[in-house]
């Protein structure tokens, strides 16, 4: 890259939402730089599992038709009771929902190996401008952060650190080349504070996970696949030793242990997710625990109710061209109107995703009965259809 550059839109981010929201963006004939730090494409957490929300934006997004043919179609969650509640879940290879989105591009939107290490306005246009690692700086009309959970834009947005629960989760890949004979359903079991859950993506590939309480000696196990996979044994050996032997058998290299992070429900109700032509989707803006199985397809959602307003406001409508509409100067005003627009249809959306998730690893991690009673009976009044979130529809592109 050359040691300064001019960029119309710029999403700093290549993960499910910048790649989802410069895809949605394109989908209304809008082109926009993606702006990635790795030198290729991540899909870290193995897989993730979808909803009918989630599925409804990858229809809408154009690629869901290609995407439903690498997963099963789930029947039920069960959460360690005999019958469980029937749900529409499929889950996927994060590598495939990355090359899905990626792939539909145009060539050349996302360039790697530019990690954003600040944000600051020019002082003569009130632009943004991004400062790479390298020395590059990009002269940008419009930003999008969806650069995760320490995220560049965020901080300059005045969004405070996520906080941190105190437990962590382990997530792998198993593979069982007979075939596993697990039924059709994502099934979870919460013993003391550990939970396992198994979700099958195809008749041979298992994802899993082991949420657990953290430790300090996880900073350390974190980097290494093989110790992630011997303490995830040993944290389940006693309360799951049936499920042993999926996660000893596991891809090593899918591998990942994190602790779990969030924003907090009243950061989300006053949080400042916008300023100007700068503003923030996916986990940069409301990172939840995967409790109640939503951050991604929230991420997902945040891209189509981005594009839409931005292509409203101006005046996007699918028929230009791409390069065109890239050289359109923006009017800094309708921009931030459409951002604002965005901001208020997303900020009660998440506000209970994030108050549920909040609540729910309040309920998983608390110690003490009467803790654990109160928590129950505010998820009971506040969310009694535990499920009812899939069911929301964020509207066409």
């Known amino acids: 890259m050359s040691l300064s550059e001019e960029k119309a839109i710029v999403i700093v981010g290549a993960g499910i939402c910048g790649l989802a929201t410069a895809l949605a963006l394109h989908r209304k004939g809008v082109s926009s730089r993606v702006v990635e730090r790795s030198e290729s494409l991540r899909a870290a957490g193995a897989a993730i599992g979808i909803f009918a929300n989630g599925w409804r934006v990858l229809d809408e997004l154009g690629v869901g038709q290609e ?12 959460d360690g009771s005999p019958r469980g509640e029937t749900v529409s879940l499929m889950c996927l290879k994060r590598s495939d929902l ?53 995220s560049v834009v965020a901080d300059w947005l005045g969004l405070k650190t996520s906080s941190q629960f105190s437990l962590c989760a382990v997530r792998g890949l198993t593979n069982y080349p007979n075939g596993h004979g697990f039924s059709k359903e994502f099934v979870r079991i919460r013993r003391n504070n550990t939970t396992l859950g198994r979700i099958p993506i195809d008749e041979k590939l298992v994802h899993w996970f082991v949420g657990r309480l953290w430790t300090p000696q996880d900073s350390r196990l974190s980097k290494e696949h093989k110790l992630i996979r011997d303490s995830a044994v040993e ?16 891809d090593l290299a899918s591998l990942t242990l994190l602790r779990l992070k969030y924003r907090a429900p009243w950061e989300i109700l006053l949080g400042n997710f916008s300023k100007g032509t700068v503003t923030v989707a996916g986990d940069a803006m409301h990172v939840m625990g995967p409790f109640i199985g939503q951050g991604g397809s929230a991420g997902l959602e945040d891209a189509v109710v981005l594009a839409r307003c931005f292509a409203k406001e101006m005046g996007g409508n699918g028929s230009s061209k791409p390069e065109e509409q890239g050289m359109m100067t923006i009017q800094a005003k309708r921009v931030g109107k459409a951002f604002d627009q965005y901001v208020k249809e997303r900020r009660f959306r998440i506000l209970r995703l994030s108050t549920q998730s909040y609540l729910t690893g309040l309920l998983v991690q608390a110690s003490l009965p009467v803790m654990k009673l109160i928590i129950l009976m505010l998820l009971l009044l506040l969310f009694p259809n535990s499920f009812g979130h899939t069911r929301h529809d964020c509207g066409r592109l």
Do not use: W, Y
Request: contains cysteine.
């Open 67 to 78: 995407l439903r043919s690498k997963a099963v179609l789930l029947q039920a969650v069960r």
């Open 98 to 150: 990355i090359n899905a989105l990626a792939n539909n591009l145009p060539p050349d939107t996302i360039r790697f190996g530019c990690q954003t290490v600040a944000l600051n306005l020019d002082p003569q246009t009130s632009h943004p401008i991004l400062h790479l690692h390298d020395g590059t700086v990009i002269k940008a009309e419009v930003v999008i952060g969806c650069d995760g959970i320490n």
């Open 235 to 250: 944290s389940i050996k006693d309360d799951f030793p049936a499920d042993v032997e999926m996660i000893r058998n596991s």
